[in-house]
């Protein structure tokens, strides 16, 4: 079956790196995603990664993709107050014509001034 | 292009009533998901429509449905809330094919 986990909180100080992991169950995951969530809004997709690649970025955002322990993180770069939000961490499983994407809990960070 | 809107953002609803929620997605997507947030279960995955058909479902109980119109515009339907149908739906709407969803900004359903 699928399931996706991430830690519930994390708190760090502007300026700071932020690193938010996930670990993901399901070895036929095909894609990879972060997704941010602010207070009151919908999901807002950040990136993806393809489960054949290590790592991909984007502006301040890295993505590591660990396949062999099935980890992924998002690390965000000169964290920023804006950035306070939720994020989910997401696999897109596919199989007997059927597919879905399995989201995290999500993982609240916290950014101090 | 305009993003994916849903209607009412907001819905107070009693217990034994039936609701409607709407989803508008982005234009020349076909495909429109529907999910439910709620504090304990988190997101979790209610259906997919493509073309009109339900392609894909998740784990929800038959009281739970949607349709989706030829113009991509779908709507889910809850008969019979109950408490524990209070929740965040939001819908995603993706082209056939692709690995991006976008999604709307939710519906707020309070169940009374």
């Known amino acids: 079956g699928e399931d996706v986990e991430q830690s519930l909180f994390l708190s760090v100080r502007e300026g700071d790196s932020s690193v938010i992991n996930c670990t993901y169950t399901?070895?036929?995951?095909?894609?990879l995603y972060w997704y941010k969530q602010e207070p009151g809004a919908g999901l807002q997709l950040l990136t993806y990664?393809?489960?054949?690649?290590d790592m991909k970025q984007d502006q301040r955002l890295t993505v590591l993709l660990n396949k062999k322990d099935k980890h992924l993180s998002l690390r965000i770069a000169d964290t920023q107050t804006g950035d306070s939000a939720i994020y989910f961490c997401a696999e897109w499983v596919s199989g007997a014509g059927s597919y879905q994407l399995t989201f995290g809990k999500g993982t609240k960070l916290s950014v101090i001034p | 292009k305009a993003g994916v809107t849903q209607t009412p953002r907001y819905l107070i609803k009693t217990r034994g009533q039936q609701v409607t929620l709407s989803c508008s997605p982005i234009s020349g997507h076909r495909s429109v998901s529907w999910y439910q947030q709620t504090p304990g279960q988190g997101l979790q995955f209610l259906f997919e429509?493509?073309?009109?058909?339900?392609?894909n479902k998740g784990n929800f109980p038959g009281r739970f449905s949607g349709r989706q119109f030829s113009n991509s515009r779908s709507e889910m339907n809850v008969s019979t809330l109950e408490l524990g149908d209070s929740a965040l739906y939001l819908c995603?709407?993706?082209?056939?094919?692709?690995?991006?969803?976008?999604f709307g900004p939710g519906t707020r359903l309070t169940v009374t």
């Open positions: 399901d070895s036929s995951s095909t894609y």
């Open positions: 429509y493509f073309s009109e058909t339900q392609r």
């Open positions: 990664i393809f489960s054949n690649m």
């Open positions: 995603a709407s993706t082209e056939d094919s692709a690995y991006e969803q976008y």
